[in-house]
């Protein structure tokens, strides 16, 4: 079995910082790109960020220049730091990542629980 478990989520003043951390576990061969997303209620899930096994990373506009996505290959886990967060930025965040499982040869999406961040005004 494979899980993703986030941490790091709460409660920040506009302006302030939290980073989000995210660990895969279980049997893992391989993880390609991972990535967050978050939703807002009634609204689709949206892309935030992502990054390959290469390191290369992509963000939304509405976050660019403010987060920073980063992966440790060594603890399968991902990682954002959110920096001048503002209200428009609380919503549930997620983590996703693609993941070979061991036994397997082919890659699936697989999503972490969601973790809160609220941004007072």
């Known amino acids: 079995q494979v899980q993703l478990v986030e941490s790091g989520g709460g409660l920040v003043q506009a302006g302030g910082s939290l980073r989000l951390s995210c660990a895969a576990s279980?049997?893992?061969?391989?993880?390609?790109?991972m990535g967050w997303y978050r939703q807002a209620p009634g609204k689709q899930r949206e892309l935030v960020a992502t990054i390959t096994s290469a390191n290369s990373t992509y963000y939304a506009d509405s976050v660019k220049g403010r987060f920073t996505i980063s992966r440790d290959n060594a603890k399968n886990t991902v990682y954002l730091q959110m920096n001048s967060l503002k209200p428009e930025d609380t919503v549930v965040y997620y983590c996703?990542?693609?993941?070979?499982?061991?036994?397997?040869?082919?890659?699936?999406?697989?999503w972490g629980q969601g973790i809160q961040v609220t941004v007072s005004s």
């Open positions: 996703n990542a693609k993941i070979v499982p061991s036994g397997s040869w082919l890659s699936r999406d697989y």
């Open positions: 279980g049997s893992i061969r391989s993880i390609n790109a």
